[in-house]
């Protein structure tokens, strides 16, 4: 058997494991250990595994994310997501379906602070969802705005995703957060124009138009500015060059915390529940990380990526037409991978490829930040794409009483605009590549 079909055979093994629900980190780590005797031998395998953990876990770099994660576990427990909801409600009730796209700008508003898709779709969806029903829209509707909202949570900052990509692809991780403002922006824009586009063709699933009193806009604003300022404080730092994306993370922590105790939001009990939750899903990524630089080691000594990318740079296959290809795979493994084993996976594989490839002239560091950005986007869809979408078995975990056809049938003018913005971002990389020539 030659090298690269024990390259292809370790990635369909890993499949098998993964549609078996074995967890994630095993199904990379035994077909990767598995490979790598194959390949190189026992001692080897043993002598790479000595240091490969402690390499892995000691990396400073990594410590931004448990941080920004705790961040988030404050937001998600300190009462935040209400001040969002009831802010975005006040500025966008007097339109008709205001409340869905609110719910979908409160999801970007919580997403930039908790960097975390599930927690953003959980946390508003707890909050928009039950005031969306009593006044009467559709149960559609509902749960696919809020579904779909919370896909933002993957690229928005501070995106643990986004963060992993920046960490595995050696890319500044200040210029990794500017690179995903603008594609984040405009899902924002998409969404709530499809919301606003959905609603006149079929009326009957939003009610009338409710003007938010100057009462209520001034008490919401009231409630919103220190959730502004905290942004503002830890993105702004971080953007200015006055501390680094760890220290902005920790700022951003005690910040969050202080303002959910500040509210009577926070107690021991929810202060030790963050801290745990934290905890376990840190130690999930980090599992993750090693399971995937297992397989990721096995791969490397089959030469699969280096092979994978000579046949492409040989094929004469047009670089746009490769990217596409790229895109469709990942909206396909979307089916059985989450978005963060997706991409501590394909990237290590897929990167070589991209970086020998011309883009519209494109250097590394721009075609490294572009990609980040499309494979991020192609995530979001995959939340939301049937037949699997974790958002929507959320949303539907949440709203017991709306069939899951019914959420997936609410998602489709969403996914129409998300693959209009792919198209987009694929076409025109300075969407992407604006604001970090901006600030350079």
């Given at each position: 058997?030659?090298?690269?079909?024990?390259g292809l055979?370790?990635?369909?093994?890993?499949?098998v494991l993964?549609?078996?629900r074995v967890p994630?980190?095993?199904?990379?780590?035994?077909?990767?250990?598995?490979?790598?005797?194959?390949l190189?031998?026992?001692?080897?395998?043993?002598?790479?595994?000595?240091?490969?953990?402690y390499?892995?876990?000691?990396?400073?770099?990594?410590s931004?994310i448990p941080?920004?994660m705790?961040?988030?576990a404050?937001?998600v427990?300190g009462?935040l997501?209400?001040?969002?909801?009831?802010?975005?409600?006040?500025?966008?009730?007097?339109?008709?379906g205001g409340?869905?796209?609110?719910g979908?700008?409160?999801?970007?508003?919580?997403?930039?602070?908790?960097?975390s898709?599930?927690?953003?779709?959980a946390?508003i969806?707890q909050?928009?969802y039950?005031?969306?029903?009593?006044?009467?829209?559709?149960?559609r509707?509902?749960?696919?705005?809020?579904?779909?909202?919370g896909?933002?949570?993957?690229?928005?900052?501070?995106?643990?995703?986004?963060?992993?990509?920046?960490i595995?692809?050696?890319?500044?991780?200040?210029?990794t957060f500017?690179?995903a403002?603008?594609?984040?922006l405009?899902a924002?824009?998409?969404?709530?124009?499809?919301?606003a586009?959905?609603?006149r063709?079929?009326?009957?699933h939003?009610?009338q138009?409710?003007?938010?009193s100057?009462?209520?806009?001034?008490?919401?604003?009231a409630?919103m500015?220190?959730?502004a300022?905290?942004?503002?404080a830890?993105?702004?730092?971080i953007?200015?060059?006055v501390?680094?994306?760890?220290?902005g993370?920790a700022?951003?922590a005690?910040?969050?915390?202080?303002?959910?105790?500040?509210?009577?939001?926070m107690?021991?009990?929810?202060?030790?529940?963050?801290?745990?939750?934290?905890?376990?899903t840190?130690?999930?990524?980090?599992?993750?990380?090693?399971?995937?630089?297992?397989i990721?080691?096995?791969l490397a000594l089959?030469?699969?990526?280096?092979q994978?990318?000579?046949?492409?740079a040989?094929?004469?296959?047009?670089?746009?037409a490769?990217?596409?290809a790229?895109?469709?795979?990942?909206?396909?493994?979307g089916?059985v991978m989450?978005?963060?084993?997706m991409?501590?996976?394909?990237?290590?594989?897929?990167?070589?490829?991209i970086?020998?490839?011309d883009?519209y002239?494109l250097g590394?560091?721009?075609k490294?930040l572009?990609?980040?950005?499309?494979?991020?986007?192609?995530?979001?869809?995959?939340?939301?794409?049937?037949?699997?979408?974790l958002?929507?078995?959320?949303?539907?975990?949440l709203?017991?009483?709306?069939?899951?056809?019914?959420?997936?049938?609410?998602?489709?003018?969403?996914?129409?605009?998300d693959f209009i913005?792919?198209?987009l971002l694929?076409?025109?990389?300075?969407?992407?590549?604006?604001?970090?020539?901006?600030r350079t």
């Open positions: 058997m030659s090298t690269m079909a024990i055979s370790l990635f369909g093994a890993m499949l993964m549609a078996v994630i980190a095993i199904a990379m780590f035994v077909p990767g250990a598995a490979g790598y005797v194959l190189a031998g026992w001692n080897p395998l043993l002598a790479h595994l000595k240091g490969a953990v390499g892995r876990v000691s990396v400073y770099d990594l931004v941080l920004f705790l961040m988030g404050f937001a427990r009462g997501s209400k001040a969002l909801f009831d802010f975005a409600n006040a500025l966008l009730g007097r339109f008709k409340m869905a796209m609110a979908v700008l409160a999801c970007a508003a919580f997403g930039s602070i908790s960097g898709t599930v927690a953003t779709t946390t969806a909050v928009a039950p005031e969306m029903r009593r006044l009467r829209y559709s149960g509707l509902a749960t696919a705005a809020l579904a779909t909202g896909t933002m949570g993957v690229l928005l900052p501070p995106s643990v995703t986004l963060m992993v990509y920046a595995l692809t050696e890319q500044n991780i200040t210029r500017l690179a403002y603008v594609p984040a405009l924002a824009i998409g969404y709530i124009l499809a919301i586009v959905y609603v063709i079929r009326p009957e939003a009610p138009a409710q003007g938010a100057a009462a209520a806009m001034g008490h919401a604003g409630r500015w220190p959730i300022v905290i942004f503002v830890v993105f702004g730092g953007y200015g060059g501390f680094t994306p760890t220290e993370a700022i951003g005690v910040l969050t915390f202080a303002l959910a105790l500040a509210r009577g939001e107690d021991r009990p929810r202060f030790v529940e963050s801290i745990q939750a934290t905890a376990t840190s130690g999930m990524i980090f599992m993750i990380f090693i399971g995937a630089d297992m990721n080691a096995a089959s030469q699969l990526p280096n994978l990318a000579d046949m492409v040989t094929a004469r296959i047009p670089p746009v490769v990217m596409a790229i895109m469709v795979f990942y909206i396909a493994l089916s989450d978005e963060m084993s991409i501590l996976l394909t990237v290590p594989v897929l990167f070589p490829v970086l020998g490839l883009f002239g590394p560091t721009d490294a572009w990609f980040g950005i499309l494979i991020l986007t192609v995530c979001e869809i995959g939340m939301i794409f049937p037949p699997v979408g958002n929507v078995y959320i949303m539907n975990g709203a017991k009483d709306v069939p899951m056809i019914e959420t997936y049938k609410g998602v489709m003018p969403f996914l129409l605009t913005r792919l198209a694929i076409l025109f990389p300075g969407i992407t590549l604006w604001m970090v020539h901006l």
